[in-house]
């Protein structure tokens, strides 16, 4: 009986979680603007592939999510080196400002951003976008990095060292092996919070720059809901 | 070769994107035309602010109690040893945090508006019906909705590193299922309930999303305040002092949390 209601639990909260997502997966495919059932039809998902400026959106989504991604990855893994350095205050301090973007909410980076690139007069857009959102994952990445370091044991890359192998060298052959897990993570981390991000980007786009979700809550606030449908679907 | 030195670039980041900005709200927010004042925040004092204010913080209490009341007996449920596909449940409630948390939101406003599905089947079936939507209700609903795994996972991460040796310790030595619970399970899970609340009480103060999608323009968090100060009436300053206001609240809660535990590994965040 017990093993009933738990079993019974967990399914009713998989339930309420999934059934929009479900429904919505049926409505897709509906012929009427209204929830009733019409019958069967392909028309969103078309209007959706021949829409120039959904295509648009999503092209500038996959732009900023790599660049970005990828140049977060790359100061982040130097800063967790450098930072792994460090000691004493400087080590704390540079910490602390790593936390900031995580602990501080989401509105207040985006209107943050917003203002410096207000004040240095810097044109809203696609730099901009890019410029924030490395912003706020590259503490992200450092964070799924430092562990690692801390893991390895630095007397075998100065082995390396001694042994005559350049700091380059020793860094691709000894460090970077050990904290490419973290290295990965990180990457992945960024990637997918510069696709899923709405309000940095909100406050930080400009004119004829939209991600998808920014172009989503456009659709939603229009209340176009019929074309959104099928977005529900891509997504998952 | 100093090392060090690779630090750098991130630290010329971090002063020109994190810590100027910050300062720019501090200015932004005591100076108006060059001038020191703190109109502001006096003008924070106001009625209608305070009140969204506390409705704000009401709110993110009610869907975080909720959340952790859902959260905790699910967490148990799937770390005990009655569930046998526990890997693919974890996984199921893990997956909507990669799924774009607008369209998740939009997908139960889509169920519960006044003419949305939910309604129509009522409608159909002759029953009443009901109007979820644009309310407190909705509001919470949404919350709860969008930062549920949020909780669950940090929770069945501490209750997944308890040693059972001490649960079965508590049985030998004579305490019932009670006492067990209160005395072994839940001290020792209550780091991964702290970092569970601030996963939720934290974007639940601060969204202005789902007070949008699910509130109907009706209820004003201080979310909308600030966001309506950037978009529409354009008063930085004012913008500025409520999101100096805001932080504040965060970093109170975020001490006050952070006695009671620790947000570090023990958390099981990351």
């Known amino acids: 009986m017990i093993k009933f209601i738990k079993r019974f639990y967990v399914a009713l909260i998989l339930l309420i979680m999934y059934a929009p997502v479900a429904v919505l997966m049926v409505f897709s495919f509906n012929d009427s603007k ?72 989401d509105i207040v980076i985006g209107i943050s951003l917003m203002m410096l690139f207000n004040v240095l007069h810097i044109p809203f857009g696609l730099p901009t976008l890019i410029i924030s959102h490395i912003t706020f994952s590259t503490p992200y990445v450092i964070l799924s990095i430092m562990p690692k370091l801390k893991q390895m044991n630095f007397n075998v890359y100065e082995a390396a060292l001694d042994l005559g192998a350049t700091p380059w060298y020793a860094f691709r052959k000894v460090i970077l092996p050990e904290i490419m897990p973290g290295v990965i993570a990180g990457l992945f981390i960024a990637f997918t919070l510069s696709i899923d991000d709405f309000v940095v980007s909100f406050f930080n786009t400009g004119a004829g720059v939209d991600t998808l979700p920014i172009k989503i809550y456009a659709m939603a606030r229009k209340g176009l809901t019929q074309q959104l449908m099928p977005f529900q679907q891509l997504c998952l | ?74 967490a148990m449920v799937l770390n005990g040893k009655d569930i046998s596909n526990r890997g693919v449940i974890l996984l199921l409630i893990i997956l909507p945090m990669w799924m774009n948390s607008l369209l998740r939101t939009y997908a139960w406003a889509n169920l519960l508006e006044n003419n949305g599905v939910i309604n129509n089947v009522l409608a159909a079936l002759n029953l009443p019906t009901v109007k979820f939507l644009y309310g407190d209700g909705g509001v919470i609903f949404g919350m709860v909705y969008n930062f549920f795994p949020f909780m669950v996972l940090p929770i069945y991460n501490a209750l997944a590193k308890i040693d059972k040796g001490l649960i079965e310790a508590a049985y030998d030595l004579g305490a019932n299922d009670i006492t067990t619970f209160r005395k072994v399970i839940l001290p020792l899970s209550m780091p991964g309930v702290v970092t569970g609340i601030i996963m939720v009480f934290m974007p639940a103060l601060t969204t202005f999303l789902i007070t949008r999608l699910l509130g109907g323009g009706k209820v004003m968090l201080i979310g909308n305040i600030i966001e309506e100060q950037f978009t529409r009436t354009g008063d930085l300053g004012f913008g500025s002092a409520v999101s100096m206001i805001l932080m504040i609240i965060v970093l109170i809660t975020l001490a006050f949390m952070s006695r009671k535990g620790t947000l570090d590994e023990e958390g099981g965040l990351f």
């Open chain 1, 34 to 105: 209204l929830p009733i059932w019409k019958g069967f039809t392909f028309k969103w998902y078309e209007n959706l592939a021949n829409d120039m400026s959904i295509q648009q959106s999503f092209v500038y989504t996959i732009i900023i999510a790599v660049v970005s991604s990828l140049i977060a990855t790359a100061i982040g893994t130097l800063a967790a080196m450098g930072i792994h350095q460090m000691k004493g205050y400087k080590r704390n301090l540079m910490l602390n400002i790593t936390y900031i973007p995580l602990l501080s909410p």
């Open chain 2, 1 to 74: 070769m100093n090392k060090k030195s690779l630090a750098y670039p991130y630290v010329i980041w971090a002063g020109i994107f994190i810590i100027v900005p910050l300062l720019l709200i501090v200015y932004f927010s005591f100076f108006v035309d060059g001038q020191f004042t703190f109109q502001n925040y006096t003008k924070f004092m106001e009625d209608y602010y305070i009140k969204a204010m506390g409705k704000s913080i009401s709110l993110a209490f009610i869907s975080t109690t909720i959340c952790l009341l859902l959260a905790y007996p699910l």
